[in-house]
């Protein structure tokens, strides 16, 4: 029975990457998916263990593969039939034709190691007092690294989570837990609350002996989380209060009630970006636990983050980008959002003046140089995810829209925006979707903007041509 990954053959070396193309086969035939995942976490160990349940419908014909990137199978049931043959190349799971039905059951048992550069189901040692902790980050396509899965954004799902682990850890998902119970060995068994349907990237589980402070807003309950050894620095009222305005805010201009239960945050060690917009359970790089007394260019910084990652709670989460061709668009509106509720709504009433300073300053500096791109473009596959993303596509995105919201009004801009979360809720979009709905919302045609603003690379340029007759300029 080979349930290891199986050696690469001289033609052939596997890489860990999903095309556009492939994604797009794949959705025409794979929907209506649930995750049931049973994790066992053991304090120390160098790696943990799984028991993976996906049920989803299936059309078409042929051979179908599972994202996973993990270390060891021990078991593959598909539809009650055991599969002793594995298909698996350490990144991809092939389950067979004749195995698969119109309605399908797939169970898999296996083993995996903790990742330790950032990415995936990251492990941690606090060097001060010894303790360990974990956390995942998944964006935009290593969430196969924590359990076998269709990862990609347009195959959204439910998940169900239980997981046993140490009995003084804290453990935060993306829904409340259900039922904490003591366990035969001394751990802790954490039953999550089923979620709602969202993306394979916005999953998330934080676990290990966390500090927590509680509040909340209305019927949503707010967490912040960070290590121990950061607790005498985490100044959690400033935090709540920025995250309280921006709840209110958001939910008023959306047209659309906070829609994930609670809100969580935590403060992780060695981040690899600033912060990350899973599902009711944002991770924040811990520099925004200030070790200092933190200057007011810094305080206004971090109310911009946490804003930013709320906004993609609405935009991004409640409905998200149909590939990774749209991403700048998902980041350059939360970064828009965040300012435009900084201004509006907290007591950082100078938020547009940094905007202009550091956001649409280095989209001027960036635009200027032989490396321009347009801002909206292609993504052939996840490994080219990121390679253009920059002052065009971060800063200059967020710049245009900023241009398109005073272009069509704001009142225009929201009513555009409620019809988008309307229409598309726990589904997907695309850019042409989004300007459709702000065309709606405004009654302005944005088809010859995009073309101008979007799709063409570079600044305006301005130039005087006159005429001469004799010695007048005609």
């Known amino acids: 029975m080979a349930n290891d990954p199986a050696p690469n053959s001289p033609d052939e070396t596997p890489r860990d990457v999903l095309t556009q193309a492939e ?41 179908l593969f599972l994202d996973f990137r993990g270390r060891h199978i021990e078991r593959l049931d598909v539809n009650g039939r055991v599969i002793e043959s594995l298909r698996w190349n350490g990144y991809r799971l092939w389950l067979p034709a004749e195995a698969l039905a119109a309605s399908n059951t797939v169970r898999i048992v296996y083993e995996n190691d903790y990742d330790h550069e950032g990415d995936g189901f990251h492990q941690f040692i606090d060097p001060e007092d010894g303790e360990e902790y974990l956390y995942t980050n998944f964006e935009p396509y290593e969430s196969h690294r924590l359990f076998p899965q269709f990862d990609q954004p347009d195959i959204k799902g439910t998940y169900r989570l239980a997981v046993t682990a140490p009995a003084g850890w804290e453990l935060i998902h993306n829904t409340a837990p259900a039922s904490v119970e003591a366990a035969p060995d001394g751990r802790r068994r954490w ?95 811990e520099y925004m636990v200030f070790r200092d007394p933190p200057t007011t260019n810094q305080r206004r910084s971090r109310a911009e983050v946490v804003l930013h990652e709320m906004a993609h709670m609405w935009f991004g989460n409640l409905v998200t980008m149909r590939w990774w061709n749209d991403l700048w668009l998902n980041e350059s509106f939360a970064t828009y959002m965040s300012y435009l509720c900084m201004d509006q709504a907290t007591k950082f009433d100078s938020g547009w003046l940094d ?7 280095w989209a001027y500096r960036q635009d200027q140089l032989v490396t321009t791109h347009p801002i909206a473009g292609t993504v052939e596959d996840t490994d080219q995810t990121f390679l253009n ?61 995009a073309r101008l603003w979007l799709e063409t690379p570079s600044l305006n340029t301005i130039a005087a041509r006159w005429t001469v007759e004799g010695d007048r300029v005609a």
């Open 191 to 285: 039953a999550f609350q089923p979620t709602k349907r969202f993306s394979t990237y916005l999953f998330a589980l934080v676990a290990g002996p966390y500090y927590v402070v509680r509040d909340r807003h209305g019927d949503t309950d707010l967490g912040l989380f960070c290590r121990k050894s950061l607790a005498r620095y985490l100044d959690a009222d400033e935090i709540f209060e920025v995250s309280k305005q921006g709840l209110d805010f958001y939910a008023d201009f959306f047209g659309v009630a906070y829609p994930f239960g609670k809100y969580d945050q935590v403060f992780v060690p060695e981040f690899n970006s600033g912060a990350m917009e899973n599902v009711a359970c944002v991770t924040h790089n």
């Open 23 to 63: 994604a797009e086969a794949r959705a025409a035939r794979v929907s209506a998916c649930d995750y049931v995942l049973d994790l066992d976490l053991t304090a120390g160990a160098p790696g943990y263990r799984g028991d993976a349940t996906l049920r989803f419908d299936l059309a078409g014909e042929g051979d």
């Open 389 to 449: 993303f920059d002052g065009i596509t971060y800063g200059k995105g967020a710049s245009v829209l900023k241009q398109l919201v005073a272009a069509v009004g704001l009142e225009g801009f929201r009513e555009g925006m409620r019809e988008y979360f309307r229409r598309y809720a726990y589904g997907n979009a695309t850019l042409a979707d989004f300007l459709a709905a702000v065309e709606r919302g405004s009654g302005t045609p944005l088809a010859e903007w």
């Open 355 to 361: 905007f202009a300073s550091s956001i649409k300053n």
